[in-house]
C-alpha cells in the first residue's frame, strides 16, 4: 500500500481513535465466537421465556374521561346485563324461519349465559306468542341475532374461549343454522394474520437488491441474518412485557415491519463502510472498528431519532397509541443493538473472504472496484479536489473527471437547482393533494374479506335489518337526581326529541332500567358504522337532541356503545394530532440540529419530511377513502382512513426519513469540515451514499410493501404509506429537493448563532472529524 493511502486510512482511524464504539466493534469482531454465541443463546432463551410466559394481544382498551366510558360505567352500575361489550351471535336460515328451531335457540343462549364473563344473552325469538317483538328478528323471521353482553373484551379471551363458543352453538348448526359471529366476537374468530408471507417476500426482494447492488454474497446474508435475529429477540421482548401490560393486537406485526426495515438499513450501512475499509487496506478487526465508529455511531443517532419520534406517541395520552410506538420501538432497539456488535462479530467471522462469493464484481459504499483492489490497485487517497473525493470516492463507471454518475448528477441539479427544486416539489404537491379531503374514521368489518365470519354476520344483518344494525348507539338518561315527580314530564320530553331525527333509521322508547333510575335505548343510523352519516348522527345525538330532552333538569345523557367510543377515540386522536407533529418534528428537529450544528440544514431536513409525509397521507387516501386500486389491494369498496393511521404514519416515517437525513449529511457535513467547498461537499455526499441509501431504501419499500398482503386493513394502509413515503423520501427528496436546498443554501446551510452553538450538546455521527 502507497504512504499516500496509508496516510489517509490512519488519518481515518484518528477520527475516532479510543473511542467507545471502536473499541466495541473490534472487540466484537475479534472475539466473534463468543458474541455470536451469546446472540443464538439471548435468542433461544428469551424465544424459550416468550413461550412459557409471555402474554397475549388483545384490543380491550377503554377511553376513561370520555363520554361513552362513562355512560357505559354508568349503566354496568344500574344494569350490568345490558352493560359490558355487546357482540352478536347472528343467524339466518334460508328455508324456515327460525321460530321453527326455537328449542336449538333456547338451548344455545343458556349454553352462552353460562359461560365466563359472560353477562347476559338475549334469544330474537319473543318469551311467548303474545309476547312483544325482540327487534332482533326480521320480518320472515329467517335472520335473527342473539346479543351477548361481555363483562371483557371477548378478543382479549384466546381461542380456548372460542371453543367454548363454538360448541354452545352446535346444536343450531347440527339444525342447518348459519351461524355467523360479529362484532368483537367475530374478530376473536377471525383467521391468525400471516405475516410469514410477508416477510418472505421482502427478504426475497432484499436478496435480490443486496446481490445486485453490492455483488457479494456474504455481504447480502449478513443484513439479513442479524435483523432476523433482531427481529425474532426483540418480538420475545416484547411478548414478555405484554405479560404484564396490554398491547395492541397489530403491534407484533406493526414491530416485525419496523425491525426488518431499520434492521436491514442499519446492518447495511455498516457493513458498507466495512467493506470500502477493505479495498482500502486495513485488516477486517480494524475495519470493522472503524465501521463502527463512524457508521455505527450513525445508527446510534438515526435509532435514537426513530425511537424519540416513536416516543412522541405518548403525547397523545392514549395508551393504545403510546403502546404500538413502544412495540415499535422495542424492535429498534433491539435492531441498534444487534448492528454494533451480532454485525461486526459476523463481519470479523467472515475476514477478507466476505467477497469470496459473488455474483458480480463486489463494491462497496462508493463504488469502489474490489476487484481492482484485489489486484494490487489502490484507490488514490487523501484527495481534496472539488468532489471531496477521498479513498472512498472512485466510481467504476467514472468519467474523464474521475468520478462516477451520482457525481455527475449532483453537478447537473447545483448547474440548476431552481428547475429541480420546483420538480421535486410539483411533484410531492401532485401527491399530496388527495389529503385536503381525507376523513378519519373507524373501518368497520364490512370492509374485512367474504372468508371473515364477522363479514358474513355483518352482511346478514345489513341485509336483514339495514346497515346501521351493525354499530347501534345506546342512550342512556341517568335520572336519580331528579325528583320522581318530574321523571313523567322527562320521559315526555325525550320522546319529543327523539322523534323524527335526522339521519335515524329507529330510535326504540326510553324504557326505565330495574332499580328505575335510567333510561335506556337504542338508536339506528340510516347508515353503516363507518359512513359520515352515522358520525354526524352520533353527534348530533350527543350534543344537541339528548341535551335539548333533559333541558331544565339534573339528568344526566350519554351515548355509548361499540361505535359510540370509536367517535370519542376519532374526537381524541383528531385533537392531539397537532401537537404530536410539533412535539416529533421539535424533537427531531434538535437531534439534528445537535448533530450538524447548522440552523438551516436542520430547518431544511423538518420540512423536507413534512412534505414527503404529506405525499404519503395523499396516496393513502387515494387509493382506500377514494376507492382508487383499493379493490386491487383486497379492499372492499372505500372506506376512511383509521383514526390512528396518520399519527403512527407520522411518527413512523419522520424517524425513518431522519435514518436517511443523517447517513447524507454525515458524508456532506464531514466533506465540508474538511474542504469548506458547499456545492463539492453535496457533490461528494450524493455520490459516496447514493448506492447504499438507494438499495437500503428498495429493500425498505419491498418489506413495507409486503404487508399490503395482509388480510387486516389498518396493516395494508400502513403498510402502503411507510412504502410510499420512503420511496418518495429516498427520490424525490434526495435526489431532488436536497440537493437542490443544500446547493441554494450554500455555506449558510451549516451557520449557527455563537451562542446556541455554546449551549447545545455536541453529538457527532462519524466520529471527530480532520481539523
Known sequence: ?????????????????????????????????????????????????????????????????????????????????????????????????????????????????????????????????????????????????????????????????????????????????????????????????????????GFAVAVIVLLIGFGSVIAAVIPLVTALIGVVVGLSCLSLIAAATTFASVSPTLATMIGLGVGIDYALFLITRHRQQLMDGADPVTAAGRAAATSGRAVLVSGCTVIVALAGLYVSQVSFIGKLGAAAAVTVVTAVVGAITLVPALLGLAGRRIDRYRVRRPVAESGTDAGAHGRGTQPRAGSTRAGGGSASGGSTRAGADGHGGWHRYARRVQRRPWWFLLAGLVTVGVLAIPVFSIRLGHIDDGADPRSFTDRRAYDLIAEGFGPGANGPFTLVVDQSLVPSADRSALASSLSRALTDVPGAASISPLRP?????????????????QAAGTAALFHRLKDDVLPEGVSGTAATTYVTGTTAAQEDFLGIISA??????????????????????????????????????????????????????????????????????PMMMFAIVFGLSMDYEVFLLARVHEAWLRTRDSKGSVAHGLEITARVISCAALIMVSVFAAFILSDNIVVKMLGLGLAVSVLIDATVVRLLLVPAVMTLLGGSAWWLPRWLDRILPRVTTEGEPVR
Open 576 to 645: 392531539r394530532l397537532p401537537l404530536i407533529i410539533a412535539v416529533v418534528v421539535t424533537l427531531a428537529f434538535l437531534i439534528i440540529l445537535m448533530v450538524f450544528r447548522g440552523l438551516l440544514v436542520a430547518l431544511k431536513a423538518a420540512v423536507l419530511n413534512l412534505l414527503s409525509i404529506a405525499a404519503s397521507y395523499g396516496v393513502v387516501v387515494a387509493v382506500f377513502q377514494w376507492g382508487w386500486g383499493g379493490p386491487a389491494l383486497g379492499v372492499s369498496g372505500t372506506v376512511p382512513i383509521e383514526s390512528y393511521v
Open 1 to 201: 500500500m502507497n504512504s499516500q493511502n496509508g496516510t489517509d486510512v490512519r488519518a481515518t482511524g484518528d477520527r475516532a481513535r479510543g473511542g467507545l464504539l471502536q473499541r466495541l466493534g473490534e472487540w466484537c469482531a475479534r472475539r466473534f465466537v463468543v458474541v455470536i454465541v451469546a446472540w443464538l443463546v439471548a435468542l433461544g432463551g428469551l424465544h424459550g421465556l416468550q413461550s412459557a410466559f409471555g402474554g397475549a394481544y388483545s384490543d380491550n382498551f377503554s377511553l376513561p374521561g370520555t363520554q361513552s366510558d362513562d355512560g357505559a360505567r354508568v349503566l354496568s352500575a344500574h344494569a350490568p346485563g345490558a352493560g359490558g361489550i355487546g357482540a352478536q351471535v347472528v343467524l339466518h336460515d334460508g328455508q324456515k324461519s327460525l321460530a321453527a328451531v326455537q328449542s336449538q335457540i333456547d338451548e344455545t343462549v343458556g349454553s352462552l349465559q353460562r359461560l365466563p364473563h359472560v353477562l347476559s344473552a338475549e334469544s330474537p325469538l319473543p318469551a311467548t306468542p303474545s309476547s312483544p317483538p325482540t327487534g332482533a328478528l326480521t320480518a320472515d323471521g329467517r335472520t335473527g341475532y342473539i346479543t351477548v353482553r361481555f363483562a371483557e373484551n371477548p378478543t382479549a379471551l384466546g381461542d380456548s374461549y372460542l371453543h367454548g363458543v363454538d360448541r354452545a352453538v352446535e346444536p343450531l348448526r347440527a339444525a342447518g343454522v348459519e351461524v355467523e359471529y360479529g362484532g368483537p366476537l367475530g374478530e376473536l374468530a377471525r383467521p391468525k394474520a400471516a405475516d410469514l408471507t410477508s416477510e418472505a417476500i
Open 513 to 529: 332500567t330495574g332499580d328505575g333510575q335510567l333510561l335506556t335505548g337504542t338508536a339506528i343510523s340510516s347508515t353503516a358504522p
